[in-house]
């Protein structure tokens, strides 16, 4: 996602939360709800969790994450007599560790999916490993255009439900070709077909069903293309794009919704034929923000992972270079001094002590942007024996040593190096949509720029 994309996504997303579609907890008497229309089919749909179980409940109020999913799921089935929860891909994050992929999954299994889209996160996990933990853990995935090296589907092509009386078909679509952001290692093993013509086989497979949903997988302008070359699909969902639809984008007889990226709302859209034959929808978005309870029973699988996740490898960290040695903030300051007393007032001085407050200092995800070099050799290991460490120092936008890493003219390396890192993505890859919805790089970067140093650059170590 570009930094202009980020800034438009954080901002819509931010008035999608101010204009009361947040939900609101508590189950009302099942007396007072108002009887829905017969053939009314309601479908709970989201995308792109990227592997929050709990969002981490920093300051900068993180929102999505399946435990607060799970509350607005539970409150929306108990609203509505007919429903099928679906989803459009990317529930698993990005090099996942085992540990964390079996609560993720453990999670999605007991919440009842009826549907989840193969997205290109859980194909970087490879054939087999994914077709292992389908079969494990139950997990309801589709994908009608993705093959394996013998010609068989990845996985189902699509599933039926019964619901209220209604017969619903549900299948997924993926790109068949490489979609900006993600590493492309997740087309590894397999071959694709067009998203468009297996679609039209699946309508065809699909036509005594009642209600027909596609999870698209791909961009919303192809997601469009989608609707609009293949009728008798009456709701796609979006997934992959970070185009929220505040209301559904009617495209001939389709319906095309979708929630956006990072999981961060949860659709509930309420779909019937009208006495013309016409289809009659509505549609709410809620907002997973901190308003929202997380559900006790994913919260208990999140805090069961932390402690289990503590004797794992930790995680693989290649967003950022890294310097020749890892040093405390304090050995720059003994040159720095006014730049040292300027981070001290920063909130980068004090990330660790952050994470304390909330009590996910043993989240090895969480460690990973609240200290320097975590799973780096010579990183943070731990407060106790890496304490300089627990902190973003001056080496997170400076890859350089206290003596600069230099054998010759220190300073002019060093500043070419600083400047080749210091840019907003690197910012970006710590303050992302799910860590810092809030985050506007232009607005942020001031609040840690310090002077730029004068003098003399310490003199390179004699040979």
């Known amino acids: 996602m570009s930094e202009s994309n980020v800034a438009l996504v954080a901002g819509l997303a931010g008035a999608v939360f101010v204009t009361g579609l947040a939900l609101v907890i508590g189950c009302e008497p099942m007396?007072?709800?108002?009887?829905?229309p017969p053939g009314t089919l309601t479908v709970l749909f989201s995308s792109d969790n990227q592997g929050v179980l709990s969002s981490c409940g920093c300051a900068s109020s993180p929102s999505g994450g399946l435990a607060k999913r799970q509350t607005a799921i539970d409150e929306a089935r108990r609203k509505h007599d007919a429903t099928v929860l679906v989803d459009a891909g990317d529930?698993?994050?990005e090099r996942p560790n085992a540990v964390k992929l079996k609560y993720l999954c453990m999670a999605i299994e007991r919440a009842r999916y009826d549907a989840i889209a193969v997205g290109e996160r859980e194909l970087e996990l490879g054939v087999e490993p994914l077709r292992s933990l389908q079969k494990q853990y139950h997990l309801p995935l589709v994908c009608a255009?993705?093959?394996?090296?013998?010609?068989?589907f990845l996985v189902a092509p699509h599933v039926i439900r019964e619901v209220g009386g209604l017969k619903v078909g549900i299948f997924a679509v993926i790109a068949d070709k490489p979609m900006p952001g993600p590493p492309q290692g997740w087309t590894t093993g397999l071959t694709f077909e067009s998203p468009e013509t297996a679609a039209r086989r699946e309508v065809a497979a699909l036509k005594g069903c009642d209600v027909i949903i596609a999870l698209s997988h791909q961009g919303v302008e192809e997601t469009r293309a989608l609707a609009a070359a293949v009728p008798g699909i009456q709701v796609i969902v979006s997934g992959h794009d970070e185009t929220v639809f505040k209301k559904p984008l009617q495209i001939g007889q389709t319906a095309v919704v979708g929630t956006g990226p990072v999981g961060r709302l949860l659709g509930v859209l309420s779909w019937r034929r009208g006495e013309?034959?016409?289809p009659v929808v509505a549609q709410d978005l809620m907002g997973l923000s901190a308003k929202i309870d997380d559900t006790k029973w994913v919260l208990d699988m999140y805090w069961a992972y932390v402690k289990e996740a503590k004797v794992e490898a930790v995680p693989a960290w290649e967003f950022a270079a890294a310097?020749?040695?890892y040093e405390p903030a304090e050995h720059c300051a003994a040159c720095h001094p006014d730049q040292y007393k300027q981070w001290t007032g920063t909130g980068h001085a004090h990330a660790y002590d952050t994470l304390v407050k909330v009590k996910r200092q043993d989240d090895p995800e969480c460690i990973l942007c609240h200290t320097m070099g975590y799973g780096r050799e010579g990183g943070f290991?731990?407060?106790e024996k890496t304490q300089g460490l627990g902190r973003v120092t001056c080496q997170a936008c400076h890859p350089v040593t206290s003596g600069h890493g230099m054998t010759e003219d220190p300073k002019a390396a060093a500043i070419k190096e600083s400047k080749g890192q210091m840019g907003s993505r690197v910012c970006l890859s710590c303050h992302g949509l799910i860590e810092s919805p809030n985050f506007d790089y232009l607005v942020y970067k001031p609040r840690i720029m310090h002077p730029v140093p004068t003098g003399t650059a310490p003199k390179p170590a004699a040979k």
């Open 31 to 36: 007396a007072s709800r108002p009887a829905e």
């Open 91 to 93: 529930m698993f994050n």
């Open 145 to 152: 255009n993705a093959r394996d090296n013998k010609g068989e």
């Open 276 to 278: 013309d034959g016409k």
């Open 323 to 325: 310097p020749a040695t």
């Open 381 to 383: 290991v731990s407060i």
